[in-house]
């Protein structure tokens, strides 16, 4: 769980569904797409989300008979470079003929209000 309280920015739990870490605010889980809430105001709410950052790729393996193996790594840093949390995504193989897409999105919502004061912790 999050050192930050609830109800404070960057605040988490856990999604009952497929105990993946996600945002206390968060009224569907992005991993499982499970709804955990009753959210009268979804319409709303989806309006002011933004994916400030989309990135997409395609790897293929060189011609030939040889496979390619690969690692999916996600890193993130914060503004001082100091790497907060690190994770392998995925990891797999490719053989001639073969091909991976990979898209990464990172979906933000503006906090507003009372709950855009800073919590104990930093992320």
Do not use: W
């Amino acid at each position: 769980m999050s050192a930050v309280r609830p109800g404070t920015p960057g605040a988490t739990r856990i999604c009952p569904h497929c105990k993946t870490k996600i945002l206390d605010s968060a009224t569907v889980c992005p991993s499982c797409r499970h709804h955990l809430r009753f959210d009268p105001d979804a319409v709303e709410s989806a309006k002011q989300r933004s994916v400030p950052l989309r990135v997409e790729g395609t790897i293929k393996p060189p011609p030939g008979d040889n496979a390619l193996e690969y690692s999916v790594v996600l890193t993130i840093r914060n503004d001082e470079g100091v790497e907060i949390d690190r994770q392998v995504m995925g990891v797999g193989a490719l053989f001639a003929g073969e091909e991976r897409s990979f898209t990464l999105e990172v979906e933000a919502v503006e906090v507003k209000g009372y709950r855009a004061g800073r919590g104990r912790g930093r992320h």
